[in-house]
């Protein structure tokens, strides 16, 4: 099965909002409220920042939410900030075959 | 708390098998909220989920890896590993061992992650 898809790169300003989406099928991101998204910096591991489609865990910042309409999530990040500038990926259970797809990543640019 | 922390070669010949062990402290590896979890990510790519196991041994992954791919646990030493055949330059790659919450399929914490170079 295909990776999930997603723009490769977006950009705002700082204190503006963007908004990432998160392509899939009927088989996953359409079947599942088990959306994850992950922010990653340079060189370091990957940071859980949305769960279940539109959960946040503890300690992460309330300007990041995450939706989802049909087979598209989408992850929101408000009042940008210059430490938001990294790569994002979205995450999708896939059923018992496949199990977890990552989507292809998007780099966040603050310009 | 707990954290993960993966080891094992840094270079692997082509062909022959690449070994990983993530050593999980501060917790318990037995616990049932929890699925173990491989996930790689080549040179300038995006994530690749590799698979994961289940304390009771139960392993669960990656078609495009299966046939190549053997996850075991260690319930007494708290740690995980991860065996990968017939290595290619495809394969290298930054590894990183997760921790992925039961039923749910989200990777709540990560290991730093290490690179495993596929050269001869």
């Known amino acids: 099965q295909s990776a999930l898809t997603q723009p490769a790169s977006v950009s705002g300003s700082p204190g503006q909002s963007i908004t990432i989406s998160c392509t899939g099928t009927s088989s996953d991101v359409g079947s599942y409220n088990l959306v994850s998204w992950y922010q990653q910096h340079p060189g370091k591991a990957p940071k859980l920042m949305i769960y279940?489609?539109?959960k946040r865990p503890s300690g992460v910042s309330n300007r990041f939410s995450g939706s989802k309409s049909g087979n598209t999530a989408s992850l929101t990040i408000s009042g940008l900030q210059a430490e938001d500038e990294a790569d994002y990926y979205c995450c999708s259970y896939a059923g018992s075959s496949t199990y977890v797809l990552f989507g292809g990543g998007t780099k966040l640019t603050v310009l | 708390q707990v954290q993960l922390q993966e080891s094992g070669p840094g270079l692997v010949r082509p062909s022959q098998t690449l070994s990983l062990t993530c050593t999980v402290s501060g917790g318990s590896i037995s616990s049932g909220d929890y699925y173990w979890s491989w996930v790689r990510q080549p040179p300038g790519k995006g994530l690749e989920w590799i698979g994961y196991?289940?304390?009771?041994?139960?392993?669960y992954s990656n078609p495009s890896l299966k046939s190549r791919v053997t996850i075991s646990v260690d319930t007494s030493k708290t740690q995980f590993s991860l065996r990968l055949s017939s290595v290619t330059a495809a394969d290298t790659a930054v590894y990183y061992c997760a921790r992925a919450l039961g039923g749910i399929d989200a990777f709540d914490l990560w290991g730093h992650g290490t690179m495993v170079t596929v050269s001869s």
């Open positions: 279940e489609g539109t």
């Open positions: 196991i289940y304390y009771s041994g139960s392993t």
